[in-house]
């Protein structure tokens, strides 16, 4: 039996449907995962993706991932390739088997640009595109302790492979410094990538208002835990010139 993953046309995708259930997506796919295992002693079910890929639904390559990282008690249940069990192609949501393009769509024209209080997804062109998480002044810094944040500081960022290098980072930390446009100073979740340096130092050098509100910082972001990140750019930068000042022509003369 074939069965084709639902494509949003004539109906709206999961995100636009969705409601804050996680128990009753639970016990669904767990239903329909027991469901499963029965009929493969008698009949065989193969899933058609929106890619014309077409994928045999076996437990094998059926898996329960977790909703939320800190409530594993919550999971959804998943279809992995084959041939990469590290990679979903579907997500079973609503008793239907979704792509995961059609996961990260919307049929809501309204969804444009930065939304949600503190995980921001970027849409473009009914697309998810990106995302950035904050952790909000004054919330916890984590289970087991009474410390709270300082400062609102921007967490974890991502933006798709396809949509990079398009200046997504540079619009989502913007939005960030204009979201707390009160704040006199704001936060970046320590440590910073090697490529998350490289936006803030474009961002910095479009937006040089901004230069003495970012910090990196340690958890909860006081003052002993935070370093100017404009700073850490400029010094960087100078330590390389005069490397190169301090031992170029050397090398040239040993050459």
């Not at 449907?17 to 796919?29: F, I, K, M, N, Q």
């Not at 062109?125 to 919330?139: E, H, L, N, R, T």
């Not at 967490?155 to 290098?165: G, H, I, P």
Request: aromatic fraction near 10%; glycine fraction near 8%; include cysteine.
């Amino acid at each position: 039996m074939e069965v084709e993953v639902a494509r949003g046309a004539t109906e709206a995708y999961p995100v636009d449907t969705l409601e804050d259930d996680p128990e009753g997506y639970w016990a669904a796919a767990l239903a329909y995962y027991e469901l499963l295992r029965e009929r493969a002693q008698t009949a065989t079910e193969i899933i058609s993706l929106s890619t014309g890929e077409q994928v045999t639904l076996e437990t094998s390559s059926l898996c329960f991932c977790t909703m939320y990282r800190d409530e594993p008690q919550h999971k959804i249940l998943v279809l992995v390739n084959p041939q990469d069990t590290k990679t979903v192609v579907a997500v079973y949501l609503k008793e239907s088997w979704w792509s995961i393009e059609d996961v990260l769509r919307t049929s809501d024209p309204t969804r444009e640009g930065l939304v949600k209080e503190q995980v921001k997804i970027l849409w473009r062109d009914g697309a998810a595109v990106g995302f950035y998480s904050i952790k909000m002044k004054g919330s916890l810094c984590g289970d087991g302790t009474s410390a709270c944040y300082l400062l609102p500081v921007f967490d974890t960022v991502f933006v798709r492979r396809k949509n990079r290098c398009q200046g997504l980072g540079t619009a989502m930390l913007r939005d960030f410094c204009d979201t707390f446009h009160g704040d006199e100073a704001l936060g970046i979740s320590c440590p910073i990538s090697a490529a998350m340096y490289k936006v803030l130092r474009q961002f910095l050098l479009t937006c040089p208002g901004e230069r003495g509100r970012l910090w990196e910082v340690e958890a909860p972001g006081a003052w002993g835990q935070r370093v100017n990140i404009w700073l850490k750019v400029y010094l960087q930068e100078r330590r390389l010139q005069d490397g190169v000042d301090r031992w170029g022509p050397e090398r040239t003369q040993n050459d």
